[in-house]
């Protein structure tokens, strides 16, 4: 199952999904090397606004969508992946929203 999921990580190339760049294995353990995304979740995004527009909730909820888009077309993930907690944000709003992995 885990070289399943890398594989499907590996071919992942979407704005809104966070890049695997490496996967290293050893005996007791694999290394997910995944791309640098600075800021926070998305829910602490969220609770640390003070407020935010229509357009800017329109922005966020749309690249989430996105990312879940291009999540189902390569392979079925569980709903638990995409709590706020794996949502990425990485500036202030609007921000650029992108899905971590379920494992990260």
Not at 48 to 63: M, N, Y
Request: with cysteine; net charge negative.
């Amino acid at each position: 199952m885990m070289m399943n999921e890398i594989n499907t990580l590996r071919i992942l190339d979407h704005a809104n999904c966070v890049k695997l760049t490496e996967a290293f294995e050893t005996r007791d353990f694999v290394y997910l090397v995944l791309e640098f995304v600075s800021g926070c979740d998305l829910f602490e995004r969220i609770a640390q606004a003070k407020s935010f527009t229509e357009f800017d909730a329109f922005e966020i909820i749309k690249g989430v969508c996105a990312a879940i888009e291009v999540r189902f077309t390569c392979r079925r993930y569980p709903w638990e992946c995409f709590a706020p907690t794996h949502i990425l944000s990485a500036s202030p709003f609007p921000a650029h929203a992108q899905q971590a992995d379920c494992a990260s």
